[in-house]
Structures are given as structure tokens and as C-alpha cells.
């Protein structure tokens, strides 16, 4: 079903971290830009896949500290949000939340966590999502918190306008369709909200321990769930992978799911849901060899490609479905 095409190679390896891959696709320009966190630094890699051999890349770090301390903090996930008139690169630390032009050459917004005390453990954030009217969700680990926060369509007058909170325990991920969101945390608890007139304001329903009105999650078990996101109920099961699963991705305009795992396989799966049926298969498995795969993403809605990042390594493996 899909076929590996040219790889991608960014300055340093990519950490073990959830969702460690972020891509920018632009079709007017024929640029993808890709996004891969290596400890204190996000590596950019801008590139042109063109229809001959040659893959043309710039390359961009881009360090996330406070603009008064020297030392850079350790970064949990770094995100392109597309928003109405501007996209901007989302850089989550354990110091707090930085954005940046897309470039990663200009800092728009810096927000910093406060103190930790000493009962409090380590702070950090981990968690990015885009909600309507060019708001950003980002979840932050005390008390499973989230920062909604408000960014202008140019310029630097980001604001806070909302902080949630719903879990118990530190945010794992954050997605969104339209006006729904549902975030993770590390109990395996899943939370979804709906966006109220510019406001987050109301819990749909708190699931225990996407796609047409489903909530899809991977697991540390290898697990993936597919859940009614307005009833609390799961709708289906499968065992889609030995170890660890560290990042989902969903085509929306095809209904494909793609899996990566600590396992070294990425998979692809197609969902298809009748009335109250959801059905769940198995459409490719692609094994890269010794790498415990950190990220994927599909680069179109239908599916047609996608990209996936492994740890301790500076390539981006890219696949391409075949007709």
C-alpha cells in the first residue's frame, strides 16, 4: 500500500518522547518543514520533495530558555500550529511555553511556569493542540492543567485567556477536531471539552483510566482504543503493537490511522463506522530496523503519505501510498 521514498535527514537524533515529530507542509511553495526534538534543541528541516533524486534541506535549531538565562531547558514536544493568517511553532519545556515563527527565527510568546516547590516534583509542559478562533491548548503538569491561549493573526499580543482543569495527572496529549478536544493524561485518562462561543467551557464526558464524533487513543500496553466520544463507551479494541505506542496520526478525508511503537513497526489502519459499528483494519506494516519508532505524521488529509521519526536517529523515513 505504500512504498519508502526519499528519507529526510535532520542535524541530530530525535529524543524518546511522545509525538516527537511535527511537519509544515505548504503546497503553494512545495516545502515541508519537520520538526524533531533532541534533548534541548528542536532540529527544522526545510526541504522540497521534488520529483527528481535530489532532496534540497536548510537546516534550523532552535533552543528553547528564557531570554535572560544562558542554559537551555529540556524540551517535551515541539508542534507547528496552522492558524487563520500565520502558522507558528510550539515549543513545550520544562521551563514553560515558547512560540515562534514558523522559521523558528523569531520569538513571538514566551510564558513561563512558575517556581516549583519543593512537594511539587519537576514542572513542565507536554500537550499541543489548535481549537477555532486561533486559540492554542496546551496541557502543563500540575494538577493536569491546561493553557488556552489566545494568538493574534500577526504580531505578539498572545494572552492566556483560560486555564482547564479536569485531570489528576499530567497531560500526555492533546487533539482536536473542529470545536471538540480531548486531552490524555498519564493514567490513561481521557477528557473531552467542547469550544463554547470562543470558550472551553464545558466537559462532554471523562473516559476512565476524532473521527466522527470518536475519540481514538494509543496505549503503553500497545493498545488502540476507539471510543464514542458523547457516550463514555468503548467501541473497539485491537492490539495494534507489541511495546509502547508513542504517536498516532489520522487522515481525516480517508479515515486512516497510522501507529508508531517502540516496537519498530509503524502501521496503518483504515476505520470505517455504520451507525453504531466501528470496524478497524489492518491496511500496512512497514518495519524500520533497529529503531524505536518516536513520531509519524501524514502530510495530506487523504493519507497518501506520511513521515516517521525514531529515536537516536537523524532520519526521517518517508512513505508514499502506491496507486
Request: hydrophobic share 40%; glycine share 8%; net charge negative.
Amino acid at each position: 500500500m505504500y512504498t519508502k521514498s526519499k528519507s529526510v535527514h535532520v542535524k541530530s537524533s530525535a529524543s524518546l518522547l511522545y509525538n516527537n515529530l511535527s511537519a509544515l507542509v505548504i503546497p503553494d511553495k512545495q516545502l515541508t518543514t519537520y520538526a524533531v526534538v533532541h534533548k534541548t534543541v528542536a532540529n527544522l528541516g526545510c526541504c522540497s520533495l521534488s520529483e527528481s533524486s535530489a532532496v534540497s534541506i536548510s537546516h534550523k535549531q532552535v533552543s528553547c530558555k528564557e531570554p535572560s538565562i544562558t542554559h537551555a531547558s529540556s524540551i517535551l514536544q515541539a508542534k507547528f500550529c496552522c492558524l487563520s493568517g500565520r502558522n507558528i511553532l510550539v515549543l513545550c519545556s520544562q521551563q514553560g511555553v515558547q512560540m515562534f515563527e514558523s522559521d523558528g527565527s523569531v520569538m513571538v510568546f514566551w510564558y513561563a511556569l512558575p517556581a516549583a516547590e519543593s512537594t511539587q516534583g519537576l514542572l513542565f509542559t507536554r500537550g499541543i493542540a489548535v481549537l477555532p478562533d486561533n486559540l492554542i491548548a496546551i496541557g502543563e503538569n500540575h494538577y493536569g492543567g491546561i493553557l488556552v491561549f489566545r494568538v493574534p493573526s500577526q504580531g505578539t499580543n498572545v494572552t492566556l485567556c483560560q486555564t482547564l482543569k479536569c485531570h489528576d495527572y499530567p497531560i500526555t496529549a492533546i487533539a482536536t477536531e473542529g470545536a471538540v478536544m480531548a486531552s490524555a493524561d498519564d493514567s490513561g485518562g481521557i477528557t473531552v471539552w467542547e469550544a463554547v462561543q470562543d470558550q472551553i467551557g464545558r466537559v462532554i464526558m471523562h473516559i476512565p483510566g476524532g473521527l466522527q464524533q470518536m475519540v481514538i487513543a494509543g496505549y503503553g500496553s500497545g493498545h488502540i482504543r476507539i471510543f464514542d466520544a458523547f457516550k463514555a463507551t468503548m467501541m473497539v479494541e485491537v492490539c495494534a503493537h507489541a511495546r509502547w505506542i508513542h504517536a498516532i496520526d489520522l487522515a481525516p478525508d480517508s479515515g486512516l490511522l497510522v501507529s508508531t511503537s517502540e516496537d519498530t513497526f509503524v502501521r496503518v489502519w483504515s476505520i470505517l463506522k455504520k451507525q453504531d459499528d466501528v470496524h478497524i483494519q489492518l491496511e500496512h506494516t512497514e518495519k524500520i530496523q533497529d529503531t524505536q519508532l518516536t513520531g509519524v505524521q501524514f502530510l495530506d488529509p487523504n493519507g497518501q503519505s506520511f513521515s516517521v521519526s525514531g529515536y537516536d536517529s537523524n532520519v526521517l523515513n518517508h512513505f508514499t501510498k502506491v496507486n
